[in-house]
């Protein structure tokens, strides 16, 4: 059974900086891509970045590239997401997937997301 829990989230001024964490269990963790979703109050949740299983091809979508950093551990079944220049736009509950190979943007399966950490750039 999967199971990811995300943390690392908090409230910070506008430039500055956050590492969220992914961290699994309960499955080969190391045999997935895992991506980076957010999702702002009012707004369907959207990708953020991914990356493949082997720690390599990372992904970002155009707000957040050239300044957030996807990264993991297998050892430690852990996949990072540091943020850095964050912008009130930013401002969103953060979750992780496991994400298809074919298609970083696409969750393997769509339901049962996680409880999300909670990121707040103020202005």
């Known amino acids: 059974q999967v199971h990811l829990v995300e943390s690392g989230g908090g409230l910070v001024q506008a430039g500055g900086s956050l590492t969220l964490c992914c961290s699994a269990?309960?499955?080969?963790?190391?045999?997935?891509?895992v991506g980076w979703f957010r999702q702002a109050p009012g707004k369907e949740r959207e990708f953020v970045a991914a990356?493949?299983?082997?720690?390599?091809?990372?992904h970002y979508k155009d707000p957040v590239k050239g300044r957030f950093t996807i990264s993991r551990d297998n050892s430690k079944n852990t996949v990072y997401l540091k943020m850095n220049n964050l912008k009130p736009e930013d401002t969103a509950a953060y979750y992780c997937?496991?994400?298809?190979?074919?298609?970083?943007?696409?969750?393997?399966?769509?339901?049962?997301w996680g409880q999300g950490t909670q990121v707040t750039v103020s202005s």
């Open positions: 997937k496991a994400v298809r190979d074919s298609d970083f943007e696409i969750p393997v399966e769509s339901g049962s």
């Open positions: 269990s309960g499955w080969t963790f190391r045999d997935y891509s």
């Open positions: 990356v493949a299983s082997n720690g390599e091809s990372p």
